[in-house]
């Protein structure tokens, strides 16, 4: 069983429909529309779905938030990008660069301190370096 992410309504059904759904995530733009209607077909099959329009992502580097930002979007949703270093040590012009590409991507850059719940964190740890142990 496990937790999936529909990015269409004909993907949701064909994965409500699977026996290997635990939850159904709809990242769709007009999953919340679809939401109740699928919500209770779900519940029907003992399947959890949801909808979130916005995802709290923890970013712990100057690097990981330029990289990310880079990075092709996967998810339809807002991604607050909750910075966990000092935005002070950017350069301004920096700030503002990296402010407008997430604009323009419908994500917001802020403060560390803010965030309270966590979804997701910059740079996965799957994604870093270690050095090998002998």
């Given at each position: ?27 769709y733009e007009t999953g919340w529309q679809d939401a109740v209607e699928l919500g209770r077909l779900g519940e029907k099959r003992g399947i959890k779905v949801q909808y979130r329009g916005q995802e709290s992502i923890a970013v712990h580097s100057r690097e990981a ?70």
């Open positions: 069983m496990s937790i999936v992410r529909a990015s269409s309504k004909a993907e949701a059904l064909r994965l409500l429909a699977s026996k290997d759904v635990l939850a159904l995530e709809l990242d938030l330029i990289e990310g930002l880079a990075k092709t979007k996967t998810t339809f949703r807002q991604r607050n990008l909750y910075c966990q270093f000092d935005l002070g040590t950017l350069a301004d012009h920096e700030l503002l660069d990296l402010e407008a590409k997430a604009t323009r991507l419908g994500d917001y850059i802020l403060a560390g301190h803010l965030l309270r719940d966590v979804d997701g964190v910059w740079p996965q740890e799957a994604q870093e370096t270690q050095e090998p142990t002998q």
